[in-house]
């Protein structure tokens, strides 16, 4: 039973042009949500997250919207840069959940064109 | 300085066969993860363990078993290896509820 999903396995955008990632969830215990980045033969690395008390995060070119009453986050790169290809993996969290477990979904491969 | 390494990077063995995999994480966290990435790429899951409890997530066979000699480390055994078992799995670490986790590189494991 997946708790977090993407549903686009994979995006393109032109270079400079907005990447919008889309992220759901089921499990209303969840409180903390992450994106991680991927590059092939490496592991996930975290990219920016937004706690279930904000619905907007913010860390440079990188945005997080959580709309909790949907259950959907949202990952706004912008402008999008050709090393922004990569695979991104939501994430999702939360004390009552369990020991600190972190559930992810099946990831959106982003290809930005130059 | 690697903050979560886990060795071997690669791993080719034939099915029956026993191996482990190690885990090292040098931030001083006190929770530890093993995740299974399959060939659809869904990492999943498959033990959490600090220094009070392990969290085994049901669907993982009995031959996976992890082991943690101290806090800054958690190993996968996995007895009688089958084809199935072949996937990337990814150790992480991470400091407490609500803060983000730190992923090892990743050892890719291919039983034929």
Known sequence: DQQVKQNSPSLSVQEGRISILNCDYTNSMFDYFLWYKKYPAEGPTFLISISSIKDKNEDGRFTV??????????LHIVPSQPGD???YFCAASGYQTGANNLFFGTGTRLTVIP | DTAVSQTPKYLVTQ????????????LGHDTMYWY???????LKIMFSYNNKELIINETVPNRFSPKSPDKAHLNLHINSLELGD???YFCASKRQTNTEAFFGQGTRLTVV
């Open chain 2, 15 to 26: 099915m029956g066969n026993d191996k482990s995999i190690k885990c090292e994480q040098n």
């Open chain 2, 36 to 42: 299974k990435q399959d060939s659809k790429k869904f």
């Open chain 1, 65 to 74: 919207f959580l709309n909790k009453s949907a259950k959907h986050l949202s």
């Open chain 1, 85 to 87: 290809s990569a695979v």
């Open chain 2, 86 to 88: 072949s996937a990337v």
